[in-house]
Antibody, heavy 119, light 110 residues
């Protein structure tokens, strides 16, 4: 079936780095754009980043621009989020999400992985 | 603070029709279509409406969406207890080059 399985996450000190991974299966990964979306404790959903189906273009939220990098390996059906210079406010559940196509609707979500930035 | 504005809470009784609104600007809702998500605690969000008024397969017809100018609405008819959840609107913003989410509306079924 169509699914996104996430790995990575954990506890990291402020200023540290972490890499999230997302393995796609059950669909043709290389024709879909992909997103990362997060939810901080007690807060709403926040879009983080987008990468086009072929990796040719990336977009980022202002809150993570210059610190986070989204990437993909279509040969491995995988999506990544490299997070550097982490701050306490980056603490959240992070979701890997498939773009529905056309107007940035997101139709398939990973199970979520928790990132905690704390000393 | 979200650029897409939603009222923080809404409520209704079983069987009732409720509407959740989302207000934006000419750079997001005014130009682009709106998507709506249902989010139950501890689960992944679910796409309810895409392209402002289209339902993905499997989403009941009780859920409908509309857009007018710089605002959009999600309507839920025949309210059920398991509709109790957080609802989020989202749209692309042409000036920010970003996807925006509204702040979310917590729906309570009384």
């Amino acid at each position: 079936q169509v699914q996104l399985v996430q790995s990575g996450g954990g506890v990291v000190q402020p200023g540290g780095s972490l890499r999230l991974s997302c393995a796609a299966s059950g669909f043709t990964f290389n024709i879909y754009a992909m997103h990362w979306v997060r939810q901080a404790p007690g807060k709403g959903l926040e879009w983080v980043a987008l990468i086009w189906y072929d990796g040719s273009k990336e977009n980022y939220a202002d809150s993570v621009k210059g610190r986070f990098t989204i990437s993909r390996d279509n040969s491995q059906n995988s999506l990544y989020l490299q997070m550097n210079s982490l701050r306490a406010e980056d603490t959240a559940v992070y979701y890997c999400v498939r773009d529905f196509g056309g107007n940035y609707g997101m139709d398939v979500w990973g199970q979520g992985t928790t990132v905690t930035v704390s000393s | 603070q979200s650029v897409l504005t939603q009222v923080p809470s809404a409520s209704g009784t079983p069987g009732q029709r409720v509407t959740i609104s989302c207000s934006g600007s000419r750079y997001n809702i005014g130009t682009n279509t709106v998507n709506w998500y249902q989010h139950l605690p501890g689960t992944a969000p679910k796409l309810l409406i895409y392209d402002s008024n289209q339902r993905p397969s499997g989403v009941p017809g009780r859920f409908s969406g509309s857009k007018s100018g710089t605002s959009a609405s999600l309507a839920i008819s025949g309210l059920q207890s398991d509709d109790e959840a957080d609802y989020y609107c989202s749209a692309w913003d042409d000036t920010l080059d970003s996807v925006l989410f509204g702040g979310g509306t917590k729906l309570t079924v009384l």
